[in-house]
């Protein structure tokens, strides 16, 4: 199919990184009148994500006015940490897998070499070891009151009926490797399915119901393009065929 020009909203592209780069602590913000999103490797180092959605407007630039941008950039030294043109996305019906592979690229740029890149960044060579700060001379402290009391913490949710198997976990995590997240969205399964996550967590789907988690996995093949044929005599087994 054709590429076709998407508008691509701000509530789109925020709902996108939070829901699946969650652990990177997305957090906006807005320069030259354009919003952006880092997504933090470290103190030092962000995933920048320009989105072409101007201050005061909800939506993207007009169709060939701008694209999404996706830079290595670095906190303290304001800059992009390598040199050239900073690598776009085109705003058309896949632009969510486009922006996932630019934001994975990145990501293991970083991880081969990431003293390299937290040095370059202006930060410590170790990037789990902050640079040391000066320390005022010590002040006389009052003793410390009592630590408050802390109600107990109330025990996990537990699902409504058997818990699911380990053969059903693992083809979820099988079926959640091959499926994008194009797809996933236009079944409507994050909605459906509170507990998915992408990127995918085993634990999640661990605290979903065995009946539950079947009705998953049958809108998963449906969405993935895969077919179910039960193992004769064992109906907790799946035979994957590809359509």
Same mark, same amino acid.
Not at 49 to 60: D, F, H, N, P, Y
Not at 95 to 107: A, C, F, P, Y
Not at 207 to 222: A, E, K, T
């Given at each position: 199919?054709?590429?076709?020009?998407?508008?691509?909203?701000?509530?789109?592209?925020?709902?996108?990184?939070?829901?699946?780069?969650?652990?990177?602590?997305?957090?906006?913000?807005?320069?030259?009148?354009?919003?952006?999103?880092?997504?933090?490797?470290?103190?030092?180092?962000?995933?920048?994500?320009?989105?072409?959605?101007?201050?005061?407007?909800?939506?993207?630039?007009?169709?060939?006015?701008?694209?999404?941008?996706?830079?290595?950039?670095?906190?303290?030294?304001?800059?992009?940490?390598?040199?050239?043109?900073?690598?776009?996305?085109?705003?058309?019906?896949?632009?969510?897998?486009?922006?996932?592979?630019?934001?994975?690229?990145?990501?293991?740029?970083?991880?081969?070499?990431?003293?390299?890149?937290?040095?370059?960044?202006?930060?410590?060579?170790?990037?789990?070891? $902050?640079?040391? !700060? /000066?320390?005022?001379? #010590?002040?006389?402290?009052?003793?410390? @009151? +009592? $630590?408050?009391? !802390? /109600?107990?913490?109330? #025990?996990?949710?537990?699902?409504?009926? @058997? +818990? $699911?198997?380990?053969?059903?976990?693992?083809?979820?995590?099988?079926?959640?490797?091959?499926?994008?997240?194009?797809?996933?969205?236009?079944?409507?399964?994050?909605?459906?399915?509170?507990?998915?996550?992408?990127?995918?967590?085993?634990?999640?789907?661990?605290?979903?119901?065995?009946?539950?988690?079947?009705?998953?996995?049958?809108?998963?093949?449906?969405?993935?393009?895969?077919?179910?044929?039960?193992?004769?005599?064992?109906?907790?087994?799946?035979?994957?065929?590809?359509?």
């Amino acid at each position: 199919m054709a590429a076709q020009y998407t508008e691509v909203t701000l509530e789109d592209m925020e709902r996108f990184l939070k829901r699946g780069y969650r652990a990177l602590r997305p957090k906006q913000g807005v320069q030259g009148s354009e919003y952006y999103y880092d997504l933090s490797l470290s103190s030092n180092v962000v995933i920048r994500v320009w989105t072409s959605v101007k201050r005061g407007s909800a939506t993207g630039a007009g169709v060939g006015e701008d694209a999404i941008r996706v830079q290595f950039y670095g906190v303290h030294v304001k800059r992009s940490l390598v040199p050239g043109k900073v690598p776009i996305v085109k705003r058309t019906q896949n632009w969510r897998n486009s922006l996932q592979n630019k934001i994975e690229d990145v990501m293991e740029l970083y991880e081969e070499k990431a003293a390299y890149w937290e040095s370059r960044a202006g930060g410590s060579s170790d990037p789990e070891t $902050p640079a040391p !700060v /000066a320390q005022p001379a #010590a002040q006389p402290v009052a003793p410390a @009151p +009592p $630590p408050p009391q !802390v /109600a107990p913490t109330p #025990a996990p949710v537990r699902p409504s009926g @058997p +818990p $699911p198997s380990d053969k059903q976990v693992n083809f979820v995590k099988l079926l959640m490797s091959r499926a994008k997240v194009d797809d996933l969205e236009a079944e409507g399964l994050f909605v459906k399915y509170r507990e998915l996550a992408w990127p995918f967590d085993p634990a999640n789907i661990r605290s979903m119901s065995m009946r539950r988690v079947s009705q998953l996995i049958d809108d998963l093949m449906s969405a993935v393009g895969y077919q179910r044929r039960f193992a004769a005599g064992d109906p907790a087994e799946y035979d994957v065929a590809t359509v």
